[in-house]
């Protein structure tokens, strides 16, 4: 399973630096992994193996059309209808891991309740990097369940400046 | 007519005898009660010959009969007597049964009362220990309930507290406050240093 999982990300990761679009590429299966994972209703639609295929990676089009690359859009459908939906986001997060190791950069998975602008992501990294040592892949999760601040997660360390996490610490003392 | 009528009657019979001389020279009476001398003697000799069988074949069996007589009698008055000795004695035993069921009697009473004030102190005794376990169950059992009724008081006042902080801190993110709680984020971990973070 896991060296499946390893297999496709590779091949994915050559797929889209050939294409010369890895990092937007990265950016955008990061996202929707994510969202996959967020989502009963996406997750049952792409694994559900009495959907045909066909029909599976139309719902991904129909999905990401307009929002991605179209390179973006062809290796999801690609996954989807090789019938790996499950592994759709271990497969992305390999891929982003081989991408950042790759840049030789430490992959930042970054929550927010609100979308950070490029100067604010560009600005993140610089902190990540001083606070942690290492250069860091942000990667932004648009997450409403953190309420407000941020929540970083380079590796084993977690940064957690979220209103949710304050709330909780609140909610316990009471 | 009485006794003394009838003496009177016999007496004056008797003075009134009238004697005559019958043919023969013999002197005859006509007295109404004494008979002739002849018939006197004949009967006189009858009676004694009566007399004598009678003592002759009579007197041994009715010897023989009062003997008997006296016998049961004296066997009669020996076994009253046994009896009365018999009840005597019974009565003694009677009087003496009495007196150790009275002895037996108050002695039962006072067992009786012996038990009776041991189990009333006994009760009563328990009856205090009841009573003292009782309180102190009702008084932790009260203590318990205020210390629930303040636990869930402060479970409700936490609980409202939460859903208004959720309400409060929710309505006031807007915009311009979520873009400030980034920049502070970016600020203080820009400014902390390598191995500063846990």
Redesign the interface.
Known sequence: MSDRIEGYARGLFEIARAEGTLDEVEDELFRFARSYESSDALRNALTDEMIPADRRQQIVEDLLGGKATPTTIQLVSLVVGAGRGRDLPAIIDRLVARASTSKQLELAEVR???P?TDD?KT??A???A????KNVNVKVVVDPSV????V?TIGD?V?D?S?RTR?DQ??SR? | MNVLGLAITIGQRIASEEFGIDSDGHVTTHSSILPETAEIIAGGLASLIIFFLLAKFAGPAIKKGMAARTERIQKELDAAAADRQSAATEAAQIRQAKGDIAAERARLLADADAQAAAVLDDGRSRLRQELAELEAKTLADIAAAQSRTGDELRAE??RL??AA??HV??GS?D?A???Q??????????A??????S
């Open positions: 927010t309740a609100v950070l604010q600005r993140l610089a902190a990540l001083n606070a942690t040592g309420l407000g601040g941020v970083a360390t940064i400046g209103v709330i609140l909610k009471l | 006042i936490a507290s939460v902080v959720d801190v929710s993110l915009d406050t979520q873009q709680l980034i920049e502070n984020f970016i600020a203080r971990v820009g902390s240093s390598e191995g500063a973070r």
